[in-house]
């Protein structure tokens, strides 16, 4: 079984920065990817980013390219996101997501995954 931990998340003025971390546990050895999603209030889970874990690929949502960035840390089981330029609009909260086998390049798909951390809390105030 694998279990995620995201923390980091927290209050920023627009243009500030955050850096999330998600800890896993487990066996993330045989994890494929990881991935962030978001979700503000009343809307869907979003897809964020994604990181092949043995390639270190990437993979963004036109809205964060170029002001986030996802990366990971194979020896302390850790991924993180660096925000940068936040905007209102990224408010959400930031969850983190494991999947155990390649299913298709279309990693913005939810359904792909299947672990979940509990998320975190980002407000980004105007």
């Known amino acids: 079984q694998v279990q995620l931990v995201e923390s980091g998340g927290g209050l920023v003025q627009a243009g500030g920065s955050l850096r999330l971390s998600c800890a896993a546990s487990?066996?993330?050895?045989?994890?494929?990817?990881m991935g962030w999603f978001h979700q503000a209030p009343g809307k869907e889970r979003e897809f964020v980013t994604a990181?092949?874990?043995?390639?270190?690929?990437?993979y963004y949502a036109d809205s964060v390219k170029g002001r986030f960035s996802i990366s990971r840390d194979n020896a302390k089981n850790m991924v993180y996101l660096q925000m940068n330029s936040l905007k209102p609009e990224d408010t959400a909260v930031y969850s983190c997501a494991g999947q155990l086998n390649y299913q298709s390049r279309n990693y913005a798909d939810s359904g792909q995954y299947d672990y979940w951390g509990h998320g975190t809390q980002v407000t980004v105030s105007s």
């Open positions: 990181i092949v874990w043995s390639s270190g690929a990437t």
């Open positions: 487990g066996r993330i050895y045989k994890m494929y990817a």
